[in-house]
């Protein structure tokens, strides 16, 4: 958005507001309740599959992320 | 408190709106009362009423369903029962008139016994080592310590199956198994995590200040713990005391798997009561009346903290 | 409570000394006392807890059999869980769980934020009738749930003579235990009745805690009682009924001990929710180590709505 503005500050604005708690809690939240749906949707066995591993990385993300800097 | 008095004109619903939602309310109570009611009543009817057809609320009520919850019977030929001498006992006449005789007494009472002595005893561990731990997380800086509640949190999240299996193999190896002191290890396990959170809550609404004064005063923490928060805290106590009996009282899924005879409660033998032909029910109700009737005294005690109780604390008011 | 307040602000001076005032207390240190406190409940979770869940981690790698304690232990790795996770017959058995879990949630949702919505009417004897509704969900699913196969008999069962003579059917023309359309919703009908008032209690809460000067504002701002509700009551009691929902959902799809005394998972395996189905496996036909696997799937899922869990009590903690 901003044309002019030096690049790497932009950058670092883009890290602050996304690499925070809140926005990397919700991402964390958003995986372990898709793992969740994933495994007890009727549509596909393959997402079924898939459902552990989403879950288990949604929770590891969960539990390293809320370490991070509010 | 006072912005509920000037909100008196607006905010407050009319008279006509309290009375429509009122009776709402009252015909949701009595409809979930029913099954309740019904446990009740069935257990003072005769096998022959309890499964009449259609269901009858009224019937001349009896205490053979007590009888057969507290008793074995045996049946024997009416010529065989004529040889006895008169009937001891008031279900000693029941059975006879149905051709029996009573044998002994059934296994309903060392069941309930189990039951008392492994609610008391896990509560009292859960409770002891709940108020400990509570002090420690409410007044201590200690390291990871929202970690640590977590950990304590997630462990009473852990499906009962899941648990069950290990539990199982290690009580075995240990030679744990279907005995009172393992249970009440297990559900003071459970319960603990609870008890952490609950007393937490309650010991962080004591203020600071109370046991610094007396530590001024010369006490150590810990006299000051035992002589000032202590007794403060004796409500949060016994509101979590309470909380963890309900739980250890109503458990079911591990007593059903890890305990056969010795050591069982009484949620699993209540749905094995059996009669001639299928299942007894007035004596199955007789064993739940008897079995709810200090839950329903608990809840009524309890009914100020019950929110407090289901969200581990988290929600006061 | 007021003059309580007022000596502890007299304290509140000695609070400002406190350094000195440490150095002099004997005894243990405030350190040393923490851990005191805290290691005897830590140890025993690790225990009773986390040792039998690394014990079923580790099984869950294996081929060990409960029932055949001496045979050799084989390590399989992940063979456990590849099988599980593709078997047609545990994907049907989420599904009978995701039926259940939907359904209990959305009618004890319905239910009981409406029941909370009239109890918060304020008319008159309400703490009463409160606590009679709140009366089932105190009580033992185990135990309750039995006697409602009792409910549930074709003849002779109270439930269906009611729905019979509302409907002016036949009682012995339906069976709600043994049908395989009518099971699912057999159990579903059991859990929103003994947990409705769940989520009544905990909506209570969230709708008493919205202050009345909002209300007052947008009356005065002329919004109609429809418009109040939608952008007032329910965004602020959102925090409370998702704590509500998550908790039932938890709860829900690791539901055992209820679904085990009403249908035992049948009939066939219409009603095997998740956690029969493990019990199945785990104590009738001894396959520990695939069992093992399950579980910790099962557990791993729990795990993670558990942190999302506490995340969402912290959010109602802070109002």
């Known amino acids: 958005m901003i044309v002019d503005a030096n690049p790497s500050i932009t950058r670092r604005g883009f890290a602050d507001k996304i690499l925070r708690?809140?926005?990397?809690?919700?991402?964390?939240?958003?995986?372990?309740?898709?793992?969740?749906?994933?495994?007890?949707?009727?549509?596909?066995?393959?997402?079924?599959?898939?459902?552990?591993?989403?879950?288990?990385?949604?929770?590891?993300?969960?539990?390293?992320?809320?370490?991070?800097?509010? | 408190m006072t912005?509920?008095?000037?909100?008196?004109?607006?905010?407050?619903?009319?008279?006509?709106?309290?009375?429509?939602?009122?009776?709402?309310?009252?015909?949701?109570?009595?409809?979930?009362?029913?099954?309740?009611?019904?446990?009740?009543?069935?257990?003072?009817?005769?096998?022959?009423?309890?499964?009449?057809?259609?269901?009858?609320?009224?019937?001349?009520?009896?205490?053979?369903?007590?009888?057969?919850?507290?008793?074995?019977?045996?049946?024997?030929?009416?010529?065989?029962?004529?040889?006895?001498?008169?009937?001891?006992?008031l279900c000693d006449s029941i059975a006879r008139s149905r051709n029996m005789v009573v044998a002994g007494p059934s296994n309903y009472v060392p069941r309930f016994f189990n039951s008392l002595i492994i609610a008391f005893g896990s509560t009292v561990l859960a409770v002891a080592l709940g108020t400990l731990s509570a002090y420690g997380f409410s007044r201590f800086r200690v390291p990871l310590k929202g970690d640590?509640?977590?950990?304590?949190?997630?462990?009473?999240?852990?499906?009962?199956?899941?648990?069950?299996?290990?539990?199982?193999?290690?009580?075995?190896?240990v030679g744990l198994s279907d005995t009172r002191l393992g249970m009440i290890l297990l559900y003071t396990s459970v319960n603990v995590s609870l008890a952490v959170w609950l007393l937490k809550g309650?010991?962080?609404?004591?203020?600071?200040?109370?046991?610094?004064?007396?530590?001024?005063?010369?006490?150590?923490?810990?006299?000051?713990?035992?002589?000032?928060?202590?007794?403060?805290?004796?409500?949060?106590?016994?509101?979590?005391?309470?909380?963890?009996?309900?739980?250890?009282?109503?458990?079911?899924?591990?007593a059903v798997l890890l305990t056969s005879g010795n050591a069982q409660t009484a949620p699993p033998f209540i749905p094995i009561i059996i009669g001639e032909g299928g299942q007894d029910w007035p004596a199955v109700a007789a064993g739940t009346t008897l079995f709810l009737v200090p839950i329903v005294v608990f809840t009524v005690l309890l009914r100020k903290h019950l929110l407090r109780g289901i969200t581990f604390g988290a929600v006061r008011k | 409570m007021n003059d309580l307040s007022a000596s502890s602000r007299i304290n509140y001076q000695a609070v400002m000394v406190r350094p000195s005032v440490e150095r002099r207390i004997r005894g243990l240190s405030d350190k040393a006392l923490a851990w005191l406190f805290i290691t005897p409940t830590i140890v025993l979770l690790l225990a009773i807890n986390i040792f039998p869940l690394l014990w079923t981690i580790y099984l869950s790698f294996t081929n060990y059999r409960a029932n055949r304690p001496n045979a050799p232990t084989i390590w399989l790795g992940t063979d456990w869980y590849q099988s599980i996770l593709t078997d047609p017959d545990i994907w049907a058995a989420m599904q009978v769980t995701a039926h259940f879990v939907i359904w209990t949630v959305v009618i004890e949702t319905v239910l009981g934020f409406g029941l909370a919505f009239l109890i918060d009417k304020k008319f008159r004897g309400h703490g009463i009738w409160t606590t009679i509704i709140l009366l089932p969900m105190m009580l033992s699913p185990a135990v309750v749930g039995n006697f409602w196969t009792f409910l549930y008999q074709p003849q002779i069962g109270l439930f269906n003579y009611v729905v019979a003579f509302f409907t002016s059917g036949d009682a012995s023309s339906?069976?709600?235990?043994?049908?395989?359309?009518?099971?699912?919703?057999?159990?579903?009908?059991?859990?929103?009745?003994?947990?409705?008032?769940?989520?009544?209690?905990?909506?209570?809460?969230?709708?008493?805690?919205?202050?009345?000067?909002?209300?007052?504002?947008?009356?005065?701002?002329?919004?109609?009682?429809?418009?109040?509700?939608?952008?007032?009551?329910?965004?602020?009691?959102?925090?409370?009924?998702?704590?509500?929902?998550?908790?039932?959902?938890?709860?829900?799809?690791?539901?055992?001990?209820?679904?085990?005394?009403?249908?035992?998972?049948?009939?066939?395996?219409?009603?095997?929710?998740?956690?029969?189905?493990?019990?199945?496996?785990?104590?009738?036909?001894?396959?520990?180590?695939?069992?093992?696997?399950?579980?910790?799937?099962?557990?791993?899922?729990?795990?993670?709505?558990?942190?999302?869990?506490?995340?969402?009590?912290?959010?109602?903690?802070?109002?």
């Not at chain 2, 977590?150 to 075995?172: G, H």
């Open chain 2, 202 to 254: 309650f010991i962080d609404e004591i203020p600071r200040e109370y046991e610094e004064a007396a530590m001024i005063d010369g006490y150590t923490r810990f006299q000051a713990f035992v002589k000032v928060v202590l007794p403060q805290a004796t409500t949060g106590i016994a509101a979590t005391a309470i909380f963890c009996l309900i739980f250890a009282w109503n458990e079911y899924a591990f």
């Open chain 3, 174 to 319: 339906f069976q709600m235990l043994g049908d395989v359309r009518l099971s699912p919703w057999a159990i579903v009908i059991v859990d929103a009745w003994m947990w409705t008032p769940y989520v009544m209690l905990i909506c209570l809460a969230g709708l008493r805690s919205i202050p009345d000067y909002i209300y007052e504002a947008a009356e005065v701002d002329r919004a109609s009682k429809w418009r109040q509700f939608w952008s007032i009551t329910l965004p602020m009691a959102l925090p409370f009924i998702m704590l509500a929902v998550l908790f039932r959902g938890i709860e829900n799809f690791k539901m055992f001990d209820m679904v085990n005394l009403l249908t035992g998972g049948g009939p066939g395996s219409t009603t095997e929710v998740a956690s029969i189905t493990l019990k199945r496996a785990a104590f009738e036909s001894w396959r520990t180590g695939y069992s093992s696997a399950f579980a910790i799937i099962l557990f791993v899922t729990v795990f993670g709505l558990a942190n999302i869990y506490v995340k969402a009590l912290n959010k109602v903690k802070s109002r």
């Open chain 2, 3 to 89: 912005s509920a008095n000037a909100a008196h004109s607006v905010v407050e619903p009319s008279a006509v709106v309290r009375r429509f939602a009122g009776s709402l309310v009252v015909l949701y109570a009595i409809i979930t009362m029913i099954p309740l009611v019904w446990i009740g009543l069935t257990a003072f009817k005769s096998p022959d009423d309890a499964i009449s057809y259609p269901p009858k609320v009224l019937f001349k009520p009896s205490l053979e369903g007590f009888c057969n919850l507290f008793t074995t019977r045996s049946r024997q030929t009416p010529d065989f029962i004529k040889t006895l001498g008169p009937p001891q006992g």
């Open chain 2, 148 to 173: 640590l509640l977590f950990f304590i949190l997630s462990t009473r999240m852990m499906p009962p199956i899941a648990v069950a299996i290990p539990i199982y193999l290690m009580y075995r190896t």
């Open chain 1, 21 to 70: 708690r809140g926005p990397l809690e919700a991402i964390a939240t958003t995986i372990i309740a898709a793992g969740v749906v994933m495994l007890m949707q009727p549509f596909f066995l393959t997402l079924y599959s898939w459902s552990l591993a989403t879950t288990l990385f949604g929770t590891v993300m969960f539990t390293i992320v809320s370490k991070v800097r509010e």
